[in-house]
């Protein structure tokens, strides 16, 4: 936790000056909070005694100044060699001392001001109470907006950083982590961090502060009994550590609830389709209560325990009062100072004194309320912070180099040299997985088309997933021109890329920014001319705002068809030197199907394609030069499409289907 507290320092630290000005606020507001309560003194002397508040001061000078000589004069009669009585005595008369070093000053300084009519001294009490209340009120205000300033300057960094560090993961690290955890990392874990940053820059100041000021002139009041009230304050700090373990653990799985309802949320309006046509309404209902249910029984577990610490912290602080009062009261009563022989009172106590001291001593009270009702939103808050920041640590598996060559634009041969490859799963499962690939090599020469075909698993994305880096082999390497991909930067070599996947992935953003997402440096022409390459500017100058048209999330406002030109055309602006079409015609009619051979038999010359599917369409085989069959993570076959369903027979099972269907129309 203490680490926690730390990175969030760091964070806090920039905006240091806000923060200290606020500690300063916080610190007047401690001050006047002591100052309101210690006019319980005056108040009393003269509503309840009927005391003048001049004669009160001088009958103390006087009294003071005749103990004084009476010590003195005693301390004189002492031989020096009762040194125990000696020290006694010095210590009696140096207290009184400052008291009436003390008095004197308010005789000079303060007294001049005040009415000797005890209405008129009253009614000036009353009168600085409420000036008193008002200026504390004003920097309540003001330190609750400085920290409301650093807060939010704080967390908009933390969330900066956190988004900064799952953009630079790998995809599988994505994966692993999924959408939905990040999301509740990003917004519900972040809220939970934030309103913990918040009470700690206002309560967890402020309150203490307010306790620590009335502890002090307590203290100065009488510390022999301020100091039995504060011998509670260890049994309260376990008190707070006991429920503080079981608040973090719980405040955890709570948030693991919340990442789950997000889970369940997402996947059911995101396959809203599939949702609707099998009417899955009952079994989505099902798997949101129960996620719901999870989280109501982890959060109602939190309220009980931060239930519990609030009465407790209350009747320990009202222990802690009474510890004081009750020895107080007996020294009042009785007219002593001291109880049993021990002493507990310089002097005999007034009723004046001892009301203040119980006046400063129930002051404290209100800050360790307020302690003990944040104390459950704090942990909450610790415990998110703890995920927020596991997040920002991920590193990604996929390393860039650290001294990257330099890139020059393909131009040569690309080779996957002896590749196998294992997705990543828990340390229980990393030796158990199989093999996603096995020993696979392959030469592509610049400027070849190379199908890439085999059914579901076999292996055929995953191979290709390596060419920009979306993961590493576990053996092998793969050589763009000679120059291992791994000694290369990310960016550079992406930049040579462009990628046309089956699911298109559009953003919810216009049509001229999302051919424009291939090239953010591109011009508006530029991009008319991809749209015009890509055979996509027809349809798009026919919507009412052409390529201004918002086209909604992942393009659904726009037909299959149109998305994958829209798609080609971004891939076109890219310019990429090796092209990459990952069951890019699947989802597309036949006509889609014609217009985007039509645009790839000119766009892939003088590049390197490759073409990955179940089966290659027969519209596609005057592009490809060659064609690689793969099946259960192998190349079983290389060659064109006569001599692999002359020599192949996993080949002509893929094709099957094919020939069935036009032997029947």
């Not at 108040?43 to 005694?49: D, S, T």
């Not at 103390?60 to 009476?70: G, H, N, Q, S, Y």
């Not at 829209?566 to 079409?581: K, Y």
């Amino acid at each position: 936790m203490m680490h926690d507290f730390v990175r969030i320092g760091s964070y806090v630290w920039p905006y240091r000056r806000l923060f200290v000005l606020s500690v300063i606020c916080a610190s007047i507001v401690s001050a006047f909070w002591a100052l309101n309560l210690s006019i319980a003194f005056p108040v009393v002397k003269v509503l309840f005694q009927n005391d003048s508040l001049h004669d009160y001061v001088e009958n103390e000078i006087a009294l003071l100044e005749t103990a004084i000589r009476v010590d003195t004069a005693a301390l004189d009669s002492i031989p020096e060699d009762q040194v125990k009585e000696r020290a006694k005595l010095q210590y009696r008369a140096s207290e009184r001392s400052r008291n009436l070093l003390m008095l004197t000053k308010v005789r000079r300084s303060v007294l001049p001001y005040v009415p000797k009519d005890k209405f008129d001294a009253m009614a000036l009490i009353l009168c600085v109470l409420l000036a008193a209340t008002f200026l504390k009120g004003l920097f309540i205000y003001y330190q609750e907006m400085l920290v409301g300033s650093v807060v939010q300057l704080t967390v908009n960094s933390i969330r900066q950083d956190c988004f900064r560090s799952a953009l630079r993961l790998d995809y599988q690290s994505l994966n692993r982590i999924g959408t939905s955890a990040l999301m509740s990392r990003m917004t519900n874990d972040i809220e939970q961090m934030t309103a913990a940053i918040r009470v700690f820059g206002v309560t967890l100041v402020r309150e203490p502060l307010k306790a620590g000021a009335c502890t002090l002139l307590a203290f100065y009041v009488n510390w022999r009994l301020t100091m039995l009230a504060i011998t509670v304050v260890p049994l309260l700090g376990l008190v707070f550590n006991l429920f503080g373990k079981r608040l973090r653990r719980a405040s955890h799985r709570t948030m693991e609830s919340m990442a789950r309802i997000y889970e369940c949320i997402s996947e059911t309006f995101g396959s809203a389709r599939v949702v609707i046509a099998f009417s899955g309404f009952r079994k989505h209902r099902k798997q949101f209560l129960k996620a719901n249910r999870d989280y109501y029984a982890g959060s109602m577990k939190i309220v009980r325990l931060g239930a519990l610490v609030r009465p407790i912290s209350e009747i320990m602080g009202v222990v802690a009062v009474f510890a004081a009062l009750a020895p107080g009261a007996y020294l009042v009563l009785r007219n002593t100072d001291s109880i049993l022989g021990i002493k507990l009172a310089s002097e005999t106590m007034s009723i004046a004194e001892l009301t203040t001291l119980y006046a400063l001593l129930a002051g404290t009270l209100d800050p360790v309320r307020k302690l003990s009702g944040i104390f459950e939103q704090v942990k909450r808050g610790m415990a998110g912070s703890e995920r927020v920041f596991d997040l920002i640590d991920e590193r990604s598996i996929v390393p860039e180099p650290k001294s990257p060559r330099m890139m020059i634009r393909h131009s040569s041969m690309i080779s996957l040299q002896d590749i196998s490859f294992r997705y990543e799963g828990t340390e229980a499962e990393e030796n158990q997985r199989p093999l996603a690939l096995k020993g696979v090599s392959l030469n592509v020469r610049f400027g070849e088309a190379i199908a890439i075909v085999g059914g579901n698993g076999s292996g055929k994305s995953t191979l290709l997933s390596l060419l920009p880096r979306f993961m590493d082999p576990h053996e092998g390497r793969v050589l763009i021109d000679g120059v291992d991909i791994r000694e290369l930067r990310t960016h550079d070599l992406r930049s040579q890329m462009g990628l046309v996947t089956q699911d298109t992935l559009l953003f919810n953003d216009t049509i001229f920014e999302n051919i424009r997402y291939g090239n953010p440096s591109a011009t508006r022409e530029m991009v008319l001319d991809a749209a015009n390459q890509a055979q996509a500017a027809g349809f798009i100058r026919q919507l009412p705002n052409g390529f201004d048209t918002v086209i909604g999330d992942k393009g659904g406002k726009l037909s299959g068809g149109q998305r994958q030109r829209i798609a080609l055309a971004r891939a076109i602006l890219r310019d990429p030197a090796i092209l990459i079409l990952d069951e890019a015609t699947s989802a597309v009619d036949s006509q889609s199907e014609e217009v985007i051979h039509t645009v790839l038999k000119e766009f892939s010359k003088n590049r390197t394609v490759f073409i990955i599917s179940h089966v290659l369409n027969r519209t596609f085989l005057d592009l490809v030069t060659r064609i690689v069959v793969m099946d259960q993570g192998r190349i079983v076959a290389t060659g064109t499409h006569e001599e692999l369903m002359r020599s192949c027979d996993a080949y002509r099972a893929l094709n099957q289907p094919q020939l069935i269907i036009r032997d029947a129309a």
